[in-house]
Structure formats: C-alpha cells, structure tokens
C-alpha cells in the first residue's frame, strides 16, 4: 500500500485509512519510489531537454577557492535583469507537449511556462498522469505524495496520487489516478470526459493545498480546467489556496463541457447556488463548465484581442456571448506566439536547403525545387506555390478555397495542400489532385517533416478560416518567409498587417468578409505582386521573416495580467 506523507491541508482531504477493498472504484497506481538518477539516464534526460534540479530549491552558493593569482577573467556579459517582482503561478490543463498534445493548447501549456520564467515567474504546471504519456517521461517522474479526495455527492472518495517531474525550470505535477485517466486517448467522449475533469479541477486544487504551495496567481485553460474557479471559491473557501486570484483562458470557445445539471450536481457535489442562471446553468436543464469557471474568474483571457471582441457577438459567442459581454470588464486578449527554436529555418534539419534572410530568396527556390519533386509536382522554380496546412474542417474555410482553387490554376500557379479531417474535404482536395495532374498536390495525412517543407517551399499559404483564436500556420509562414493569405478574423487580423502598395508595408493580403470572390481577390493582389513587382515582393518577404513571432512578447503581458490581479 501506497505510505502517505502527511494530511492534506484542504478540510476535504483526509489520510486514506485502510487498503481500498476490490469493488471500490477507486484504484490506486503503484508508487515507484524515489530514486538517484544514474548517469546514462541523466545523459538521456539531457537529450530530452529534461532537467532534474528543481528551480524552486536553488543550491547554496559554495565559494570557490582562492588562488595565489587570480588569472585575469574576461568580463562576463551581464545577465538581464529580471523584471520585478517574481510572481508564482499555477498552470492548470488538460494537455502539454511533449507529454500529450491534440491542438494548440498543448503547444502554450508547453512553451507560456517557459517564457514565463524569463520573466521572473515561478511556474508550476498540473495536468492529469495519462497512460498515453511517452514512458520515458513517466519514467523521469518522481512520487511526490497522495491522499484521498471526497468528490460526489454520495460521499465517494478518490485516490489523488501526485507524480513531479521538473523540466527547463517548470515543475510538471501530473494527477495521478487511474480510473479516470487509464484511457488510451485524452479525450475520448463528454460521457466519461466531464467526470474526469470534474475529479481533476477539484484534484489540482486539493494537491497545491497538499503541496503547500499557494501561488499568487491560478491560470486555468480551456473547459477541462473551468471549475476551478467554482471550486476555488466554493469547497475551497475556507482553505489557504482560497488567497490565489484566478485567471480562466479560452482557447477555442466552441467546446465548453455541457452536461445535464444532476450529473454535473453528483460529480462535484458543489453547492445548489452554483447551478444558477448566471453561473453554471444553461437552457434550464444543462450545466456548462466554461460559463460557470467565466463566473467565477477573477481576469478571462482569451488567444488575441480580436477574437476577445469577436466572442462577444453572437456569430462567434457560441451561445455564450451574452455572458461574455456581461463580463466584458475582465476579458482580454493577448495573442500566442510560436516556439522560434523548433521553427528556426536556418537550423530545420527537414528542409531540402536550411537559410536565413540573408539567403532566402535564392534559398526558397531550391526549397521550392524539392518540394516539387517530393510531391510529384511540375518542377519550375518560377512558379508560384500557394500552401494551405490545416485540420479539414468547416473552421478553416476550406469552403472558399474550394470555390476558387479552379481559378487559380492558370499554367503559372500551384496549390498543395496538407490536411486531414472531414471527408468532405479530404474528398475535394483529391478531386482536384487527379483534375489538376503536376499543379495540384493534396497530401492527406499529418506529417510534420512535411509540414517544415511546405512552409518552406511555398511562396504563400493560404489561411481563410470562418473563425481563429490565434492561429499558429500564419506565424510559422512569416518565419519561414512564406508571405500569409488570411481573413481578417481573431488572431489572423491581430498579426498579419495587410500590404499596401502605396507606401510599401505589410505582411502579408487579407480579406474581411467570408465569401469566396473575396478570397480569389486577395490572391489574385497576391499573384500581381509576385509576377510583376518581385522587388517588392521579396522585401516582404524579409519583413514576414524579421517579424517577432516569439512567446517573449506574449509571456510580457501575461505577466503585467498577473501583476494586474495581485500588485
Ligand atoms: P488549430 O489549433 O485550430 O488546428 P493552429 O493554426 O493553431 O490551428 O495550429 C495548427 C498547427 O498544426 C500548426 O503547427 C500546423 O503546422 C500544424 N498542422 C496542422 N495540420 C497539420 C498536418 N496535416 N500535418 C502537420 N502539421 C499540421
């Protein structure tokens, strides 16, 4: 049996008694003890970017021994000075690369913390121990404690295991218990879904107050992690992680944990007030998670300032603009930005010609070249690539890109495309493959190796998506050089600043209405600048790539939000 440090310090926890009988429902996972590192697996750990000393605890300093004559040292470069002062902050989620990933928010689970430390803040990161995890992470972790839970309504209990593992200065606590997270897959359907996250939101909470660490702030994303802030200021109220303010970030407000308002009541047996019209409950007969945690947050944020705006209406609002309106006063956007080391086209090892600004314009063309022939397109370096990289779904606007692609091809231009999703799509996209033989090529499959390659490769890529938290393809494209198409739409309108040809600006050709001819225009601007003014076309080129797309900027703002909510 599992030995339990100590009592947790919520009110609801208490040591676990006695061995859990055969028919409980709760499991317990096998604790592996502590263990000293050897070397081979501290090289290893190293590889995986993994590091074992713990930020939090630095080592005291030894001084170093005096020698007769000191050798004369070149001057170090001074260190930036941190901005202060240092916060603490709890990330609370449901998924994180490289541990799990299914969208992007694992993408700023994985990369906000980090930036956050150079910003002076303190991070921890809690996300549920799925099976799925890689084993050689599950292999770094190390036991940090357990105890049980009191969850449901009818005063069952569940076991919460905490597993740490520290990486690049954030400390990952995974909950650990495996009956809800023993699935193959994150996430598999609301069914099972919403009593997993209801277990993990009250979980995370319970195992700060175990761990005694009250951070200033409570950063919690996406519906999974929405009723901590219910929680927090419910159940938790009279315990110490209650002095934390909260911070609720939306993702993509299209999913929002809806289930009828009796299971939701069992799971969390959370107080009768909650399930009110202005909190949790929706349509009178439905709890939804994210509008109950929009309640209850201190500060909301979602992924850029326009789609913040565009939530609010009820186009976008997703049946929540109302609410969101309602709490326009604490809604904020700070747009995402993309990890500058993994996309670094001077050093991207799946590119056929790896360059820089100093030589990407010669650079692209055998890019180009290679693209071509790995996808079995016509070879010619003069003609213009379009690139489109996306999940096929309706959210995309893959229905305009449909609508126009006969239009493009005019013996001067190609199209390739790299997706997977909805078989309407993949079925279109194959369509014009076999009509538009060596001008169009679409590769349905995720393949990343690809994905570099295209980014690289193209001359632009296409983004006309419905709707667009942020979007990352339109940031990787600047990067890479690859001059972006988009709507005008959330974050594509927040990044992508629209040529003028008048005084030579811009990154990149936008379109504001959803509507195919639109689409066709922008493209078509796009295609007279690069047959008939490449000059100009090449130094955006050089503007797409000198652009700052780095978290740096973003992990600012956070960090002034933090600031915001405990001076
Ligand atoms: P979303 O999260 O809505 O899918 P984003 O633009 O935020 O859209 O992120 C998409 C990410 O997934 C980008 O990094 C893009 O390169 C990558 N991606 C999308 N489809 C594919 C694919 N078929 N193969 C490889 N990478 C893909």
Same mark, same amino acid.
């Given at each position: 049996?599992?030995?339990?440090?100590?009592?947790?310090?919520?009110?609801?926890?208490?040591?676990?008694?006695?061995?859990?009988?055969?028919?409980?429902?709760?499991?317990?996972? *096998?604790?592996?003890?502590?263990?000293?590192?050897?070397?081979?697996?501290?090289?290893?750990?190293?590889?995986?970017?993994?590091?074992? %000393?713990?930020?939090?605890?630095?080592?005291?300093?030894?001084?170093?021994?005096?020698?007769?004559?000191?050798?004369?040292?070149?001057?170090?470069?001074?260190?930036?000075?941190?901005?202060?002062?240092?916060?603490?902050?709890?990330?609370?989620?449901?998924?994180?690369?490289?541990?799990?990933?299914?969208?992007?928010?694992?993408?700023?689970?994985?990369?906000?913390?980090?930036?956050? %430390?150079?910003?002076?803040?303190?991070?921890?990161?809690?996300?549920?121990?799925?099976?799925?995890?890689?084993?050689?992470?599950?292999?770094?972790?190390?036991?940090?404690?357990?105890?049980?839970?009191?969850? !449901?309504?009818?005063?069952?209990?569940?076991?919460?295991?905490?597993?740490?593992?520290?990486?690049?200065?954030?400390?990952?606590?995974?909950?650990?218990?495996?009956?809800?997270?023993?699935?193959?897959?994150?996430?598999?359907?609301?069914?099972?879904?919403?009593?997993?996250?209801?277990?993990?939101?009250?979980?995370?909470?319970?195992?700060?107050?175990?761990?005694?660490?009250?951070?200033?702030?409570?950063? !919690?994303?996406?519906?999974?992690?929405?009723?901590?802030?219910?929680?927090?200021?419910?159940?938790?109220?009279?315990?110490?992680?209650?002095?934390?303010?909260?911070?609720?970030?939306?993702?993509?407000?299209?999913?929002?944990?809806?289930?009828?308002?009796?299971?939701?009541?069992?799971?969390?047996?959370?107080?009768?007030?909650?399930?009110?019209?202005?909190?949790? %409950?929706?349509?009178?007969?439905?709890?939804?998670?994210?509008?109950?945690?929009?309640?209850?947050?201190?500060?909301?944020?979602?992924?850029?300032?326009?789609?913040?705006?565009?939530?609010?209406?009820?186009?976008?609002?997703?049946?929540?603009?109302?609410?969101?309106?309602?709490?326009?006063?604490?809604?904020?956007?700070?747009?995402?930005?993309?990890?500058?080391?993994?996309?670094?086209?001077?050093?991207?090892?799946?590119?056929?010609?790896?360059?820089?600004?100093?030589?990407?314009?010669?650079?692209?063309?055998?890019?180009?070249?290679?693209?071509?022939?790995?996808?079995?397109?016509?070879?010619?370096?003069?003609?213009?690539?379009?690139?489109?990289?996306?999940?096929?779904?309706?959210?995309?606007?893959?229905?305009?890109?449909?609508?126009?692609?006969?239009?493009?091809?005019?013996?001067?231009?190609?199209?390739?495309?790299?997706?997977?999703?909805?078989?309407?799509?993949?079925?279109?996209?194959?369509?014009?493959?076999?009509?538009?033989?060596?001008?169009?090529?679409?590769?349905?499959?995720?393949?990343?190796?690809?994905?570099?390659?295209?980014?690289?490769?193209?001359?632009?890529?296409? *983004?006309?998506?419905?709707?667009?938290?942020?979007?990352?393809?339109?940031?990787?494209?600047?990067?890479?050089?690859?001059?972006?198409?988009?709507?005008?739409?959330?974050?594509?309108?927040?990044?992508?600043?629209?040529?003028?040809?008048?005084?030579?600006?811009?990154?990149?050709?936008?379109?504001?209405?959803?509507?195919?001819?639109?689409?066709?225009?922008?493209?078509?601007?796009?295609? %007279?600048?690069?047959?008939?003014?490449?000059?100009?076309?090449?130094?955006?080129?050089?503007?797409?790539?000198?652009?700052?797309?780095?978290?740096?900027?973003?992990?600012?703002?956070?960090?002034?939000?933090?600031?915001?909510?405990?001076?």
């Amino acid at each position: 049996m599992p030995k339990i440090d100590s009592i947790a310090s919520s009110n609801k926890i208490e040591k676990p008694q006695k061995q859990v009988s055969p028919n409980s429902r709760t499991r317990r996972s *096998v604790r592996p003890e502590p263990a000293m590192k050897l070397p081979e697996e501290l090289k290893k750990l190293k590889e995986d970017l993994v590091e074992e %000393t713990p930020a939090e605890e630095p080592k005291p300093e030894v001084p170093a021994p005096v020698a007769e004559k000191a050798p004369v040292e070149e001057p170090k470069p001074a260190k930036p000075e941190l901005p202060q002062p240092r916060r603490s902050v709890v990330f609370i989620g449901s998924e994180c690369y490289p541990f799990v990933k299914t969208g992007g928010l694992g993408d700023v689970m994985y990369a906000l913390p980090r930036a956050l %430390t150079k910003q002076n803040c303190d991070v921890k990161v809690i996300l549920p121990k799925y099976k799925c995890i890689p084993q050689k992470y599950q292999d770094l972790m190390v036991y940090r404690g357990a105890f049980e839970m009191d969850l !449901c309504s009818d005063g069952r209990r569940f076991y919460v295991g905490i597993m740490e593992l520290v990486m690049d200065g954030v400390v990952y606590d995974f909950i650990d218990n495996e009956e809800f997270f023993s699935y193959g897959n994150p996430y598999t359907n609301l069914v099972d879904d919403i009593p997993k996250f209801c277990y993990f939101g009250k979980a995370a909470l319970a195992a700060l107050n175990y761990m005694d660490w009250i951070p200033d702030v409570i950063h !919690c994303h996406d519906w999974q992690a929405a009723l901590v802030p219910v929680y927090l200021r419910t159940l938790f109220a009279g315990t110490k992680i209650n002095s934390a303010k909260v911070m609720l970030t939306i993702h993509n407000l299209r999913f929002q944990g809806v289930y009828n308002i009796e299971t939701i009541k069992y799971w969390t047996n959370l107080p009768d007030f909650v399930f009110n019209k202005d909190a949790l %409950t929706q349509n009178w007969v439905d709890a939804n998670m994210l509008k109950g945690g929009l309640t209850y947050a201190n500060l909301i944020t979602t992924v850029s300032g326009t789609y913040a705006n565009e939530i609010q209406t009820p186009f976008y609002g997703e049946g929540l603009d109302a609410h969101l309106r309602y709490h326009a006063g604490k809604l904020r956007g700070i747009v995402n930005g993309i990890d500058v080391e993994l996309w670094d086209s001077s050093t991207d090892k799946l590119l056929a010609e790896p360059y820089s600004a100093k030589d990407v314009i010669e650079k692209k063309k055998a890019n180009k070249l290679a693209l071509q022939e790995q996808l079995g397109l016509e070879q010619d370096e003069n003609k213009m690539v379009l690139g489109l990289i996306s999940r096929l779904t309706n959210q995309k606007g893959l229905d305009l890109v449909n609508d126009v692609l006969p239009s493009l091809i005019d013996g001067n231009t190609q199209v390739v495309v790299l997706g997977t999703g909805d078989r309407q799509y993949e079925d279109a996209f194959r369509y014009f493959e076999n009509e538009y033989r060596g001008q169009v090529c679409s590769y349905i499959a995720y393949d990343e190796g690809l994905a570099h390659r295209i980014y690289a490769g193209s001359d632009a890529l296409l *983004v006309p998506s419905l709707f667009e938290p942020c979007g990352l393809t339109q940031l990787i494209a600047m990067r890479y050089g690859t001059v972006p198409i988009v709507r005008e739409t959330g974050g594509l309108k927040d990044t992508v600043l629209p040529y003028n040809m008048f005084i030579n600006e811009g990154n990149g050709y936008t379109f504001d209405r959803y509507e195919s001819g639109l689409l066709l225009d922008a493209i078509n601007r796009a295609k %007279t600048l690069y047959f008939t003014g490449r000059q100009y076309w090449d130094e955006m080129v050089l503007r797409d790539m000198a652009k700052d797309v780095s978290w740096e900027n973003s992990a600012r703002h956070y960090r002034a939000l933090y600031l915001e909510l405990k001076p």
